[in-house]
T-cell receptor
């Protein structure tokens, strides 16, 4: 799987949008971008994934650049409960063995 | 709640002992994955089962083994435990295609004294 690069930490004010960047310059055409987060020591929580189009769900939006070499996860109105480590992962979504390769992620701190 | 359950939540044992961690996947999911998260190594993939068969192996020690039963629940067996095996152990499951989105359980925290 392709490697990703994320900033180690970010701060965000409560109520503001949190924009978490991810670089994946070696991504292959059949690889998706997945985002998970881990709050404290809980199990990683799936957030969103996409291939090349922007995606939105009830948790977040995913913006993927046209060349697919980077993406941004957007939490539109961050709350204190969004404080967590956010992981950006690229992987083939179909027909693969499927295991996820986690990097160090971005530690997002949402402040009052 | 992801729908994946893991037991026990906490486990304290001594070096040299053997423990079994249990995972029940989401209803209908055929794939089960085990991950280990220690302070210095981060989240690492151990092993995957798909519909009862071993599908992929990651950084799993020979002292560790797993299986998936006909009802699709899975067990991770850790033997000859060492202090360094203290970690969080997570199970994840995904649907019919192993490449589908994985959903994680709450984990088992193992402390080896």
């Amino acid at each position: 799987d392709a490697k990703t690069t994320q900033p180690p930490s970010m701060d965000c004010a409560e109520g503001r949008a949190a924009n978490l960047p991810c670089n994946h310059s070696t991504i292959s055409g059949n690889e998706y971008v997945y985002w998970y987060r881990q709050i404290h020591s809980q199990g990683p929580q799936y957030i969103i994934h996409g291939l090349k189009n922007n995606e939105t769900n009830e948790m977040a939006s995913l913006i993927i650049t046209e060349d697919r070499k980077s993406s941004t996860l957007i939490l539109p109105h961050a709350t204190l409960r969004d404080t967590a480590v956010y992981y950006c992962i690229v992987r083939v979504a179909r027909g693969s063995q499927g295991n996820l390769i986690f990097g160090k992620g971005t530690k997002l701190s949402v402040k009052p | 709640d992801s729908g994946v359950t893991q037991t026990p939540k906490h486990l304290i044992t001594a070096t040299g002992q053997r423990v079994t961690l249990r995972c029940s996947p989401r209803s209908g999911d055929l794939s089960v994955y085990w991950y280990q998260q220690s302070l210095d190594q981060g989240l690492q993939f151990l092993i995957q089962y798909y519909n009862g068969e071993e599908r992929a192996k990651g950084n799993i020690l020979e002292r560790f083994s797993a299986q998936q039963f006909p009802d699709l629940h899975s067990e991770l067996n850790l033997s000859s435990l060492e202090l360094g095996d203290s970690a969080l152990y997570f199970c994840a499951s995904s649907g019919g295609d192993p490449g589908e989105t994985q959903y994680f359980g709450p984990g088992t925290r193992l402390l080896v004294l």
